[in-house]
């Protein structure tokens, strides 16, 4: 379904984005181009909703190049303004209401295009990560604190600049991905350590299967689904690329050029991509309003879309928010078919919940724990398969 143009009637521009919420399965989204216009795309029904719109605030600005936005896979969605402003904002999803909280440091500059952000479970504490673009600056905010604290720049490279297009992912485990627009660079950074590598990995190869040499740049986006990063070159191509740690770049089948608006056209400023459980949905910007579904492990011989599958790599357990009140997304993938439980223990070492237990294929998938029925404390949820067992701290606040 087509993002609506109302209330601004204007479509996707720069400071547009995606982000999935695995916690009430919804897809929450800024138009950019200057516009207040915020929504929610229901992934079951295939509807959108429009949603409180986002304030002017003290910066009195509205979103532009730089505006990006990141769920908590909880109640919460954090957004930067942009629009060469340092506003952060906080969106609660209970109560349908904006927050503006610290802005970003200033630095050596506010926040432009370029910019992108990744929210991190570290211990038991939530973390935005936010590249700035334009310098190399790299910060984080606690979100249990509300404030920012400097990291080790991201590596300036060749050029000293993140331009728009970069982007930034978290796999999930360990490490954050930042691939330099208008570059063959990409860096990881390791959370563990808290350093970035010294080295560059090679990036997303300039030529591709529509016969042009072009470079990773406006409208260029990424996200991670469990195993690869799945990134849009932007830069007006529609190019899909997948990166799998160790095993390089794969070129996809390329979003189609005519759409929902009856026009070619190639991804540009506004270009999104943001990935569910099993796949991944993407903004082509360019001045339209078109939202597309791409399914990136489909079954072994299935026509469509990406048929020459890129494989989980594999076991892997994550779950979030956590801490958590009104629940969390569990999400986890299996590289075989294997038989699953989910289960949920509390300190005594007692069952205290069952969330599944069957066959799975491979792939990655999403469950959701309740808290309901269960006291505050810390709990121990184990994953268990046929070939491996693996098990993260759940606390409920």
Same mark, same amino acid.
Request: hydrophobic share 35%.
């Given at each position: 379904?087509?993002?609506?143009?109302?209330?601004?009637?204007?479509?996707?521009?720069?400071?547009?984005?995606?982000?999935?919420?695995?916690?009430?399965?919804?897809?929450?989204?800024?138009?950019?181009?200057?516009?207040?216009?915020?929504?929610?795309?229901?992934?079951?029904?295939?509807?959108?909703?429009?949603?409180?719109?986002?304030?002017?605030?003290?910066?009195?600005?509205?979103?532009?190049?730089?505006?990006?936005?990141?769920?908590?896979?909880?109640?919460?969605?954090?957004?930067?303004?942009?629009?060469?402003?340092?506003?952060?904002?906080?969106?609660?999803?209970?109560?349908?209401?904006?927050?503006?909280?610290?802005?970003?440091?200033?630095?050596?500059?506010?926040?432009?295009?370029?910019?992108?952000?990744?929210?991190?479970?570290?211990?038991?504490?939530?973390?935005?990560?936010?590249?700035?673009?334009?310098?190399?600056?790299?910060?984080?905010?606690?979100?249990?604190?509300?404030?920012?604290?400097?990291?080790?720049?991201?590596?300036?490279?060749?050029?000293?600049?993140?331009?728009?297009?970069?982007?930034?992912?978290?796999?999930?485990?360990?490490?954050?991905?930042?691939?330099?627009?208008?570059?063959?660079?990409?860096?990881?950074?390791?959370?563990?350590?808290?350093?970035?590598?010294?080295?560059?990995?090679?990036?997303?190869?300039?030529?591709?299967?529509?016969?042009?040499?072009?470079?990773?740049?406006?409208?260029?986006?990424?996200?991670?689904?469990?195993?690869?990063?799945? #990134?849009? $070159? &932007?830069?007006? !191509? @529609?190019? %899909? /690329?997948?990166? =799998? *740690?160790?095993?390089?770049?794969?070129?996809?089948? +390329?979003?189609?050029?005519?759409?929902?608006?009856?026009?070619?056209?190639?991804?540009?400023?506004?270009?999104?991509?943001?990935?569910?459980?099993?796949?991944?949905? #993407?903004? $082509? &910007?360019?001045? !339209? @309003?078109? %939202? /597309?579904?791409? =399914? *990136?492990?489909?079954?072994?011989?299935?026509?469509? +879309?990406?048929?020459?599958?890129?494989?989980?790599?594999?076991?892997?357990?994550?779950?979030?928010?956590?801490?958590?009140?009104?629940?969390?997304?569990?999400?986890? #993938?299996?590289?075989?078919?294997?038989?699953?439980? %989910?289960?949920?223990?509390?300190?005594?070492?007692?069952?205290?919940?069952?969330?599944?237990?069957?066959?799975?294929?491979?792939?990655?998938?999403?469950?959701?724990?309740?808290?309901?029925?269960?006291?505050?404390?810390?709990?121990?949820?184990?994953?268990?398969?046929?070939?491996?067992?693996?098990?993260?701290?759940?606390?409920?606040?």
């Amino acid at each position: 379904a087509e993002l609506p143009e109302l209330p601004s009637g204007k479509k996707e521009g720069a400071g547009g984005w995606l982000a999935y919420n695995a916690g009430d399965l919804k897809i929450y989204a800024a138009k950019g181009d200057g516009t207040p216009d915020f929504y929610a795309y229901d992934t079951r029904t295939n509807a959108w909703a429009p949603l409180t719109p986002i304030p002017a605030g003290a910066e009195q600005a509205l979103p532009q190049d730089g505006c990006r936005g990141v769920t908590d896979d909880g109640d919460m969605v954090y957004m930067t303004k942009g629009a060469n402003t340092l506003g952060f904002w906080g969106y609660t999803i209970s109560t349908a209401s904006w927050t503006q909280l610290a802005d970003v440091p200033e630095g050596k500059h506010k926040v432009k295009g370029g910019t992108d952000l990744a929210y991190v479970t570290v211990g038991d504490v939530g973390y935005v990560y936010l590249l700035k673009g334009q310098g190399c600056e790299f910060y984080r905010y606690n979100t249990q604190t509300g404030e920012w604290s400097s990291l080790a720049d991201a590596p300036c490279g060749k050029n000293g600049l993140w331009l728009a297009g970069s982007w930034l992912v978290y796999d999930g485990d360990h490490s954050l991905y930042a691939h330099k627009a208008l570059s063959q660079e990409m860096y990881r950074f390791d959370l563990l350590s808290g350093a970035w590598d010294p080295d560059a990995i090679d990036g997303m190869p300039q030529a591709g299967s529509d016969g042009g040499k072009v470079q990773l740049g406006p409208g260029g986006c990424a996200a991670w689904l469990v195993g690869a990063v799945f #990134a849009l $070159k &932007g830069n007006n !191509t @529609n190019q %899909l /690329w997948a990166y =799998v *740690p160790g095993n390089g770049w794969h070129e996809l089948d +390329a979003m189609p050029e005519t759409g929902t608006s009856g026009q070619k056209k190639r991804v540009h400023l506004g270009g999104d991509i943001t990935a569910t459980e099993n796949m991944l949905y #993407a903004f $082509k &910007g360019s001045k !339209t @309003n078109e %939202l /597309w579904r791409c =399914v *990136p492990y489909p079954e072994p011989g299935d026509g469509g +879309a990406m048929a020459g599958r890129t494989p989980i790599a594999r076991f892997a357990l994550s779950v979030a928010p956590n801490p958590m009140r009104h629940g969390a997304a569990i999400r986890y #993938a299996v590289p075989a078919p294997t038989n699953v439980s %989910l289960k949920l223990y509390d300190i005594t070492g007692s069952l205290a919940k069952t969330v599944r237990s069957g066959w799975v294929k491979p792939g990655s998938y999403t469950a959701k724990l309740s808290p309901k029925g269960l006291a505050r404390g810390v709990y121990i949820l184990k994953m268990r398969s046929d070939a491996c067992d693996l098990t993260r701290k759940v606390v409920i606040e």
